[in-house]
């Protein structure tokens, strides 16, 4: 199985988080996530995570740090997820593709359901 690469970024403001709820028929359906997506052949992980989050979330990126990398497999998929908090931005975000979404405190983000491998970045988020 190959694994595969996905720029995933953690939008911050004032102590919230932006978050997305997975369509159902998607890998982790129903799970709430970060938005974010596949790096494609020709990108970085940082022009992979502007693209996504202009898709997805129709905002641009201004400020991107990295948080860290996660190798993670699932019993039908592996993945690496590179994780970076996006602190300055243009637009508001907005779900683009009709998925739920919200602002939740940092604080609160252990009450999502979240895939397995985003553990580590709750945990980190709230350590900081
Ligand atoms: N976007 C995103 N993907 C995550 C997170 N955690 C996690 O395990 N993943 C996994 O990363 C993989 C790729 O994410 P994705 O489905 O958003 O990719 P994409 O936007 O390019 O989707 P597409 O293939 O429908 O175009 C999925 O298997 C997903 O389950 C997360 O917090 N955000
Ligand atoms: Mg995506």
């Not at 990108?43 to 979330?57: D, G, P």
């Not at 641009?60 to 996660?70: A, C, H, S, Y």
């Not at 997820?81 to 979404?101: K, Y």
Request: hydrophobic fraction near 35%; glycine fraction near 6%.
């Amino acid at each position: 199985m190959q694994r595969i690469e996905v720029a995933v970024g953690v939008i911050l403001r004032d102590e919230k988080v932006f978050i997305s709820r997975r369509a159902d028929h998607l890998h982790q359906g129903g799970k709430w996530e970060f938005p974010g997506g596949k790096r494609e052949a020709d990108e970085t992980f940082e022009q992979a995570l502007c693209r996504e989050l202009r898709e997805e979330v129709g905002i641009d990126v201004e400020t991107q740090r990295p948080l860290m990398q996660i190798r993670h497999d699932y019993p039908d998929k592996q993945v690496t997820l590179d994780v970076r908090t996006v602190t300055a931005f243009r637009g508001e975000p907005r779900q683009q593709e009709g998925q739920e979404a919200l602002w939740v405190s940092v604080s609160d983000l252990h009450r999502y359901t979240f895939p397995k491998a985003n553990l580590a970045i709750v945990n980190a988020l709230q350590q900081r």
